[in-house]
């Protein structure tokens, strides 16, 4: 690949304009510049990354947003480094104080947080934390999508709105707050739902979208534009007392990866139906907010190619791989999807043949008549426990984070009851089941609702 040096830079590598670098990615390009020209990549790295005064684009997209010094480049690809002049104001110096001392933000960071431009989907129990800490943190433009008003039922987990909101729109009520809390900030807002014919016109022209929907269309229609668009974004959800987030960067795997298949209309309650805890949607959309910080800053690791488990009852929390699908229709090796679709009947209807790649559910009774038959196998997928627990007699454990890859010590033939302590892990878990070829089902409510219903359990170790 060539690499165009900043003319400021020129003279760490005897006036050339342009590099040609070896590597498959933009850290091993510029690592093998070293041993021609040491001063010039010192200046460009500090401490194993992009310094913060540096900027690298590739067809105009900005490479801290695609992995930083891991972004994948192809051997034609052109890459332009560019200096960023950092200037704050006395005002913007004062607020983000606290952060400007960091080594990973400094003034450079600081000036790379204020032009970020970073668009947010929905204004609700993810969106109000994620977009009251990006405005916060500095981010100079944020946009929020949502076509919704404020309920008094919203209030418990989007601390954002306020009482005297209910009944207005929560993009404007957000938009109001935001402003107050940080007025060097830019706020837009586009006071719709995002659909298949407006998402490319809204999302074009952002760095990066942080996705609070809750529902399956907009999930998978937000992967689809963002895929279209090259766009990394930012996914969670949560019910009950567990949340996941993940990342999703351009080439390295995305939603339909994980689930190629939306769940049957009706398997996955909602928050109305089942509940959620106010302060799990605040951990989960402050957990947003610091991934895409991190992103715009190129510091740290960030979730990329993970799924972050949060569970919030038991105060713990766990990640596993998500691997890239070459089969996958949308970032696989040979896309078939190459537009927009109809996502409400995507959602809605079954996979042809009638076949579903999504686990159901079971009810704690109608599980407990199955308790040592031959026909099905117990599965504990909660992470180790540290000493003896219950669990249900005869199950074998194997935590979710190893569901997604390896051999798994279970039949084929026979149907696997999947488990945690409430039910949510369990479905994922069942879920991923399914997608490898097994017959699996959750059991609805987990051990929670098992021994509500007076079902046996047994002590065990991991």
């Not at 930012?234 to 019910?239: N, P, V």
């Not at 949060?310 to 996958?328: E, K, M, Q, T, Y």
């Not at 302590?421 to 959750?442: E, H, P, V, Y």
Request: with cysteine.
């Amino acid at each position: 690949m060539e690499i165009g040096i900043p003319p400021a830079l020129q003279a760490l590598c005897r006036g050339e304009a342009v590099l040609s670098a070896q590597g498959e990615t933009l850290g091993a390009a510029l690592s093998s510049l070293t041993a021609e020209h040491p001063r010039l990549v010192e200046r460009i790295l500090s401490g194993g990354r992009l310094a913060m005064d540096v900027d690298a684009f590739a067809g105009g997209r900005d490479l801290r947003l695609r992995g930083g010094l891991r972004a994948i480049t192809a051997p034609d690809q052109e890459v332009q480094l560019r200096l960023r002049e950092a200037r704050l104001s006395a005002s913007s110096t004062e607020r983000y104080t606290r952060q400007i001392i960091l080594p990973e933000v400094g003034i450079e960071g600081q000036a790379r947080l204020r032009d970020a431009r970073v668009v947010v989907i929905g204004a609700g129990g993810l969106g109000a934390p994620a977009l009251t800490y990006l405005a916060a943190a500095g981010v100079g433009h944020l946009g929020i999508v949502d076509g919704d008003w404020v309920e008094r039922t919203n209030l418990h987990r989007q601390p954002l709105h306020r009482d005297q909101d209910v009944g207005n729109g929560k993009a404007e009520s957000a938009q109001r707050a935001l402003l107050e809390l940080n007025p060097e900030v830019e706020v837009s807002i586009h006071p719709v739902f995002l659909t298949a014919e407006n998402a490319l016109g809204i999302l074009t022209g952002y760095d990066l979208i942080v996705n609070g929907s809750d529902n399956f269309p907009t999930r998978y229609l937000v992967n689809d534009a963002a895929a279209i668009l090259a766009l990394p974004w930012i996914d969670a959800s949560i019910l009950r007392f567990e949340g996941q987030v993940a990342v999703y960067l351009p080439g390295g795997g995305c939603y339909r990866c994980l689930f190629p298949s939306p769940p049957p209309p009706g398997s996955v309650p909602s928050c109305a139906e089942a509940g959620v805890i106010g302060a799990l949607a605040g951990q989960v959309g402050s957990i947003q907010a610091l991934e895409a910080v991190k992103l715009i800053l190129g510091a740290g690791e960030s979730l990329a190619g993970r799924l972050m488990v949060v569970d919030a009852l038991l105060a713990r929390s766990h990640s596993f791989p998500i691997a890239r699908d070459p089969g996958c229709p949308v970032c696989g090796d040979h896309p078939t999807q190459r537009g927009l679709i109809d996502y409400e009947a995507f959602c809605g209807a079954p996979l042809p043949g009638g076949a579903s790649t999504a686990a159901s559910e079971l009810a704690p009774e109608e599980a407990g008549r199955l308790l040592g038959s031959q026909v099905v196998q117990w599965l504990d997928v909660r992470p180790p426990a540290a000493g003896p627990r219950a669990t249900i007699p005869g199950a074998i454990f194997v935590p979710l984070e190893e569901i997604a890859a390896g051999d798994l010590p279970l039949d084929p033939q026979r149907e696997v009851l999947v488990f945690c302590d409430i039910g949510r892990r369990s479905q994922i878990a069942a879920d991923l089941l399914t997608q490898r070829g097994f017959k699996a089902r959750s059991l609805a409510s987990g051990l929670v609702g098992w021994r509500a219903a007076g079902l046996p359990v047994q002590e065990a170790h991991d």
